[in-house]
């Protein structure tokens, strides 16, 4: 059976295609156009496999521009795809920390991959990726340099919660010459502190999961560890996880 998996975020669009025991991967900008993204993706694996449109048995798709390309697909949500995505990875894991670009998610779920219960946070942009981009930009830097230019010996910490309020504190700080590298891990501390608030509404059951494109800033996985007392487990294209989760869904048909 040939599947492709379709996560159509606010940043990135990401295509997983499963062809027998092989995964194909792509990514590229959402842009403005869901649509186009999802079109470009679906070619960009079509190429990767060497297959043909009319090979594809399912296309399913997430992400919150699932909506604008209805049609290209069956639809399913992202928490429902985390989920199955996870449990196929790691069976032993019962809590999934999704940070995206504009919303984060904490969503618990049993050895079946069923979602018992979840939060998210999409109503204000800290504690997203949005948030660290912005902080990026107002220090000159490229959000995936933030992992790694960040000291966390030297921590200072960011009080503003808001992500205006946040950007002219760091733009204060600089004025008065605090490092860098300090305001960067006190921004990694203030995601991590507000997302590892909502995993303890939730309550972590079993290992704990780390996914979404933020989980690629090793800063945020080290001050979410700390926060929460507990290792994370990675995915190692953690990106991919919701696109991952829809192609398997599809494999299965095993929708909402
Ligand atoms: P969405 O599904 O909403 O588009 P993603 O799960 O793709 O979101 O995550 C996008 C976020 O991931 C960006 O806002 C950014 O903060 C973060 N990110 C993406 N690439 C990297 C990278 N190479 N290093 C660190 N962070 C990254």
Redesign the pocket.
């Known amino acids: 059976m040939l599947v492709v998996g379709l996560?159509i975020?606010?940043?990135?669009a990401?295509g997983v295609m499963l062809d027998k025991g092989t995964m194909h991967r792509a990514m590229v900008p959402?842009g403005w156009s869901p649509r186009d993204a999802g079109e470009q993706l679906i070619s960009e694996l079509l190429e990767l496999s060497g297959r043909e449109r009319d090979q594809v048995d399912d296309i399913v798709v997430t992400?919150?521009g699932r909506i604008a390309i209805a049609g290209a697909g069956q639809a399913a949500t992202e928490i429902k795809c985390h989920a199955r995505a996870v449990a196929e990875l790691y069976p032993s894991v019962g809590t999934i920390v999704d940070i995206?670009?504009?919303d984060s998610k904490v969503i618990r779920v049993n050895e079946q991959g069923r979602v018992i219960d979840f939060a998210m946070n999409d109503k204000c942009a800290a504690g997203t990726?949005?948030f660290?981009?912005v902080m990026a930009n107002a220090l000159g830097l490229d959000?995936?340099e933030?992992?790694e230019t960040e000291d966390p010996d030297k921590i200072v910490s960011i009080n503003s919660m808001c992500t205006v309020f946040a950007e002219s504190e760091i733009i204060g700080l600089l004025a008065r010459g605090t490092s860098k590298a300090g305001i960067i891990a006190g921004l990694h501390q203030s995601v991590g502190r507000r997302v590892a608030a909502m995993v303890r509404r939730i309550g972590i059951s079993g290992e704990v999961a780390f996914t979404?494109?933020?989980a690629?800033?090793p800063g945020v996985f080290r001050a979410l560890q700390e926060e929460l007392g507990c290792r994370l487990i990675i995915p190692e294209e953690c990106?991919f996880t919701?696109a991952l989760g829809a192609a398997l869904l599809g494999r299965s048909s095993n929708l909402i």
């Open positions: 996560d975020g606010s940043v990135a990401k959402t992400g919150y995206g670009g504009q990726g949005r660290l981009q959000v995936s933030l992992g979404g494109g933020v690629r800033n990106q919701g």
